[in-house]
């Protein structure tokens, strides 16, 4: 804490500040400043379904928001009203342990805290004091002070000996009215991306149902639609995955489909892939588990590692349409083992899909690949005011 306070007393003046505020910051400890510091129920409740009171811990708290989910249980109202905090409209929540430092304004919902919630009760508006618990120093501070050794937690000491920076009232309501917006417009740019996923769910099972079809240039119907196996509209091309290290090497980047992800890593020529591929996840269970698509497609280079099948569409089928067709699978019942399920590659060939002519794939393809397109966007939209808003918390706090 003295460290920050040397730092402090150097300078207290912002990079970057509205018109007209010149005056030096202050600084004050938490437990000056809040009415009331503390932390929620050290032990187990008495829960009841009849109850609408949750029961809430540090794991709700994301997004700034208090999050309760069908898992949330809930607790006797006698429970609560021994227990109650006096949780009011100044009041900030923040996670002790486990993931720790996350902060969440509390909105008069109906919750009882657990042990690995703080609670901040204070005397006026918090809207200031909210993005002050954001900033990259405030937040090390939290981490470089906690205690423990398998589970880290935040102290209640540490909470009211940390330091806030504090300016004048009206530079405060100026700060927090403009950090505000841009929290408004990430939360606009994330309910936008939500609704666009919602649509594509929505239109893809009208899709691959036969409920909405789509017509060719003279508004007749296509040809009925057919099923399948996959092996018989695509080639497998596994066998050559596993790079080996020789003389004739050189660098480039590797397609991890069991993270989706991508790397840098040594090759040998006659072991990459140089084509339109679809990459079928084979550690199905896990990667479903991690929100990923089991199905996506590369274009270009490729090296692929043993997590994947390799898959090239024959006889003119659209690439993209049989990679929406694969994401639509429940791959876990084609799961073969027991400890580390795999993707057995003689059942993956025999997947039956319903497959239309090669013009309406093209015409599903395209209407999908135009809501990706779009999804695409509004997350690139959101990742650029986001780290426009870290920049801001950088320069505009002391």
Not at 46 to 71: A, P, Q, R, V
Not at 258 to 281: C, K, P, T
Request: proline share 3%.
């Amino acid at each position: 804490m003295e460290t920050i306070q040397k730092e402090k007393v150097k300078k207290l003046l912002p990079e970057l500040r509205f018109e007209g505020f010149d005056v030096e910051w202050r600084l004050i400890k938490l437990g000056d400043l809040a009415e009331k510091i503390g932390d929620g129920l050290h032990g187990t409740p008495i829960y009841s379904d009849n109850s609408d009171i949750h029961f809430i811990n540090g794991n709700n708290l994301t997004n700034g928001k208090i999050e309760i989910t069908d898992k949330t249980k809930k607790v006797d109202f006698s429970v609560f009203t021994k227990n109650d905090k006096g949780l009011n409209e100044n009041s900030i929540l923040i996670s002790l342990n486990g993931t720790i430092g996350n902060i969440s304004k509390y909105n008069n919902e109906k919750v009882m805290l657990g042990k690995s919630v703080g609670y901040f009760n204070f005397k006026e508006n918090t809207d200031f004091y909210f993005h002050v618990f954001h900033t990259a120093k405030i937040q090390n501070f939290f981490i470089s002070e906690l205690t423990g050794s398998t589970i880290k937690n935040l102290s209640l000491k540490t909470l009211r000996e940390t330091i806030f920076p504090f300016p004048s009232l009206p530079e405060q309501q100026k700060i927090a009215s403009f950090l505000s917006a841009v929290d408004e417009k990430i939360q606009q740019l994330t309910r936008k991306k939500e609704l666009l996923e919602q649509y594509k769910k929505g239109v893809m099972q009208q899709l691959f149902s036969g409920k909405l079809r789509f017509k060719d240039e003279n508004g007749e119907e296509y040809p009925d639609w057919e099923e399948k196996r996959l092996m018989e509209v695509s080639v497998f091309l596994d066998g050559k995955r596993k790079p080996i290290k020789g003389e004739d090497r050189s660098k480039m980047k590797g397609i991890y489909p069991y993270y989706g992800a991508s790397g840098i890593i040594d090759y040998v020529n006659d072991y990459i892939f140089d084509e339109e591929l679809i990459l079928l996840g084979e550690d199905g269970e896990n990667i479903v588990s991690r929100n990923l698509p089991l199905a996506f497609r590369v274009s270009g280079k490729c090296w692929v590692n043993n997590h994947a099948h390799v898959i090239k569409p024959i006889n003119n089928n659209n690439i993209d349409f049989l990679t929406y067709s694969l994401e639509r699978i429940n791959y876990v019942i084609y799961n073969t083992g027991t400890a580390q399920p795999k993707l057995n590659q003689e059942v993956c060939r025999n997947i039956p899909l319903l497959i239309p002519s090669i013009f309406e794939q093209a015409k599903i393809a395209n209407f999908l690949s135009n809501i990706d397109t779009k999804i695409e966007s509004t997350t690139q939209q959101m990742t650029q005011t986001q780290t426009f808003k870290k920049g801001l918390l950088q320069k505009m706090f002391v």
